[in-house]
């Protein structure tokens, strides 16, 4: 393992040893403890159908229910935020019963996203349209998402869950105040493979933690696969992640995205005194 590996790795807070269980309990206390320390009364977490929300949402109902047993009060919120008809709704709407929220909303962001790609296009459109169109509007459709859950967390003395880990921080796969933003980030530090095993240990089902990861932002090419984005695996960027030794092809690209999203993964930038 070289230096900018391990800088790297201390960066996003990966740890050298770790036991499902012992992760599971540790976030679940994190939420409670964070719970009662803001005097937070919900949680609230958009569900996609991916592992990661899932599991995210594993644990916040977890310790909202933990929390009750000890004389609080908490609950927790699943919001369905899809854009019109999801394409892998089916999913969704399974891992909402996996994890059997005290609440769910849901919300159809179409309407609001669709309005705002338009007023852009008004005076703007040179800047918007063309082969990136798509992705421009999944930008827009990953920041209605955050406007949702937060007008929801405003309304509820809330605090909004945030998906993000170590592998897609890694990466920089996410919207800069988009999915990126949010109060609280109980995955933060696992990577793929220690985040699939903490859904497992939770009781998730199996086509659930193993479904192929997708971001479906992009109209034009839903349930892309994030490694088609890539342009290598999670088991490379696990790898990598667990000071692991990659091939130099994935290594560069590794952290060619690192570097290019550095100001992802940074506060806003301000003048220095």
Excluded at 61 to 76: D, K, M, P
Excluded at 127 to 151: C, D, P, V
């Amino acid at each position: 393992m070289f230096e900018e590996q391990r800088e790297i790795i201390r960066a996003l807070g990966v740890a050298g040893d770790f036991d499902a269980a012992a992760e599971a309990e540790r976030r679940t206390m994190f939420l409670v403890d964070y719970l009662r320390a803001s005097g937070s009364r919900t949680l609230i977490l958009g569900i996609s159908g991916g592992v990661d929300s899932l599991t995210a949402g594993l644990l916040a109902q977890r310790a909202v229910t933990r929390l009750r047993e000890s004389g609080g009060h908490a609950e927790f919120m699943a919001v369905r935020l899809p854009y019109g008809t999801q394409a892998d709704e089916a999913d969704a709407g399974k891992a909402v019963a996996t994890i059997s929220p005290d609440r769910t909303v849901t919300i159809d962001i179409k309407p609001a996203a669709d309005a705002m790609m338009s007023e852009v296009r008004c005076e703007a459109d040179d800047l918007i349209s063309g082969e990136r169109l798509h992705f421009h509007l999944g930008n827009i459709k990953a920041r209605q998402r955050m406007i949702a859950q937060y007008a929801l967390a405003g309304g509820s003395r809330g605090l909004v869950i945030g998906t993000d880990h170590a592998a897609e921080a890694l990466m920089g796969f996410y919207t800069k105040f988009g999915d990126g933003a949010a109060d609280i980030l109980p995955l933060a530090g696992l990577n793929k493979r220690r985040v699939r095993a903490v859904a497992k240990y939770l009781g998730a089902p199996d086509d659930l933690v193993f479904k192929v990861p997708t971001a479906d932002l992009e109209s034009d090419a839903p349930l892309k696969p994030d490694e088609d984005v890539y342009g290598v695996t999670y088991d490379e960027i696990d790898d990598f992640l667990e000071g692991k030794a990659v091939g130099e092809d994935s290594l560069l690209r590794i952290l060619a995205a690192y570097r290019a999203t550095a100001h992802k993964r940074a506060l806003p930038v301000s003048p220095t005194l």
